[in-house]
């Protein structure tokens, strides 16, 4: 599957139909100020933050993204002090409801799993707000954490080296039910067998160990081991990737049927749009750190508003061979996120770079309700 990964070729321009209404060059462009523009743009991203620390917590969320920044410091003086840093995640803020799957897309490297383990607090952020199941958890304590450790669950990849080869099926899933005392020790095994049976895994594979199993199945031990606790929100992060593409649908229909039967909350990260198409309810799309988009499904396929969200979408071969699909093609490398592009992050590879983006930070902003895009065209059609 990796050699299925996005494929964002570097051949020449060739604007969709969809989006070529659009002027492409302006003749007369202002001139611009890039220290002043960056300046403004950090004065506005201040100003935001700090108005929405005081918001009120969403309700109907179960997470809540405001803001989140995490850096990875890359050079560091002889007294610690950091020289220069990696934003894998830049300002990134979303909701999420209850029972809702999350969809995030974007190329390799632009920050989805960061981004996920950052949520869970796995990587420590270096801004912004995670507020999950109406708390603020930003600033917990491991102490703290692990009280509600069990309520964020993750789902990895790779289903062949996140099992302990040592233990059996039975000693892997009972290991979590009895640290955060589930059930009482004399229900564990019946309590186990039954998990095991909603996963789709047979009794008898209590006693076995995980080399003596497919990857599918390796990959149900795997999601078995992250519901055994009862969770709440659980970050898939590319679950059916290292699948075989037969064994794929087969898991992502028993992660719907267990989101159903559970009430579960997915933060889903895939780069097969397809997939993600099927699961997810709201859709998240990144572009080196940032969101570039973010809406309801029907909205991110039916009404794609951002650039870089129509190219990614003209990637997906359609079944129906009478269709024939407009591939957007986009030029230039990715940027290194280490270095991302002033301006709009996106102008380097954008067919519809104007003199603006690529000195003024586009606003991330609410185009239609729960549909957000930063992209100045969309502001000029405003
Ligand atoms: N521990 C780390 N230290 C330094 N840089 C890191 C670390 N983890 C990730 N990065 C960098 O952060 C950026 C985002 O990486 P991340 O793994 O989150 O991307 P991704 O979107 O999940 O990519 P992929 O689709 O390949 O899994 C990359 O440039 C990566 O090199
Ligand atoms: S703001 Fe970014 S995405 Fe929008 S037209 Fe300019 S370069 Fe393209
Ligand atoms: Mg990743």
New binding site residues.
Partial sequence: MADEKLEISNEEVAPSEEISS?EAVDTAEPQYDDELEAKKYQEKKQAAIEADKNKPFDPDALLEVRHLRKAFPLKKSLTGKVLSELVAVDDISFTLKKGETLGIVGESGCGKTTMGRTILKLHPSNGGQIIFDGKDITNYKPSQMRQIRRDMQIIFQDPYSSLPPRSTVGGILSEPVQVHKIVPKSQEKEYVLELMDKCGLRDYYYERYPHEFSGGQRQRICIARALSVNPKLVVCDEPVSALDVSIQAQIINLLKDLQQKMGLTYLFISHDLSVVKYISDKIGVMYLGAM?EFGKKEDIFGNPL???TKALFSAIPNPNPDVKMKRIVLTGDIPSPANPPK?????TR?????E???HVV?EYKEHEPGHFA?????DNEA
Avoid: T
Wanted: proline fraction near 12%.
């Fill in positions: 659009v570039m951002h650039p870089y301006g709009c992050r996106f102008h954008c067919p519809y770079a104007k603006i983006c690529k586009p930063a992209c100045h065209l969309l």
